[in-house]
């Protein structure tokens, strides 16, 4: 059963620093990987979108990797700003799953001080 | 969210009691999806659609029940409802089964009581 993992669940940041958020998945078998961002009582914004043949993605300040034989993703923001304070997730679609369903994490609340 | 409402936002009923959850959308998108998000569990699939009138369970089903029957409408409805179905319900909508433009709504916040 696929399961899907990111620590720290919380972390806070003095602005400008640049950090890592980790996933890590169970089974490498993937037909792609997405990270969520979600902001307190709203729902979740897309922010990328790997497929399992692709080994990073890029939008703005935002660089998502995937290293599928060791079941691992990060997404790193760059110089970081209070505005991207927020619960990050990332989500697997396994392979084998037969449904369009993504399997989530329990994400990771990042704090980023003025 | 841009394209994608769900009705209510909130609410609380009573347990035992039949309550139907809304989630509509403007997008004119194939497939939409319930989820139910919880403290330490992440989002969990409980039904999905793949077209008007065809639907499938997701890994938390029991106790819940879909009807699509036009595209741009998505109900979900709590046959009984039970304190262990307070959560907070999210819609979601994509343009296909691969992800790619995989948006929510803003969630409707369920307590039963």
């Known amino acids: 059963k696929q399961e899907v993992t990111q620590i720290p669940a919380a972390l806070s940041v003095p602005e400008g620093e640049n950090l890592v958020l980790n996933c890590s998945f169970t089974?490498?078998?993937?037909?792609?990987l997405q990270w969520f961002r979600q902001d307190p009582g709203k729902g979740l914004t897309s922010l990328l979108l790997i497929q399992s043949s692709q080994r990073e993605q890029t939008s703005g300040r935002l660089n998502a990797s995937l290293d599928k034989s060791s079941g691992r993703s990060t997404l790193y923001i760059a110089a970081s700003q209070p505005g991207d304070s927020a619960t990050y997730l990332c989500a697997v679609r396994p392979l084998t799953s037969g449904t369009y369903k993504y399997i989530f994490g329990t994400g990771t609340r990042l704090k980023v001080l003025a | 969210d841009a394209g994608i409402t769900q009705s209510p936002r909130h609410k609380v009923t009573e347990t035992g009691t039949p309550v139907t959850l809304r989630c509509h959308q403007t997008?004119?998108?194939?497939?939409m999806y319930w989820y139910r998000q919880d403290p330490g569990h992440g989002l969990r699939l409980i039904h999905y659609?793949?077209?008007?009138?065809?639907?499938d369970k997701g890994e938390v089903s029991d106790g819940y029940s879909v009807s699509r029957s036009k595209t741009e409408d998505f109900l979900l409805t709590l046959e009984s409802a039970t304190s262990s179905q307070t959560s907070v319900y999210f819609c979601?909508?994509?343009?296909?089964?691969?992800?790619?433009?995989?948006?929510f709504g803003s969630g409707t916040r369920l307590t039963v009581v």
């Open positions: 089974d490498s078998a993937i037909y792609n």
């Open positions: 979601a909508i994509s343009e296909d089964g691969t992800g790619a433009g995989y948006t």
């Open positions: 997008e004119n998108h194939r497939y």
């Open positions: 659609s793949y077209g008007v009138k065809d639907t």
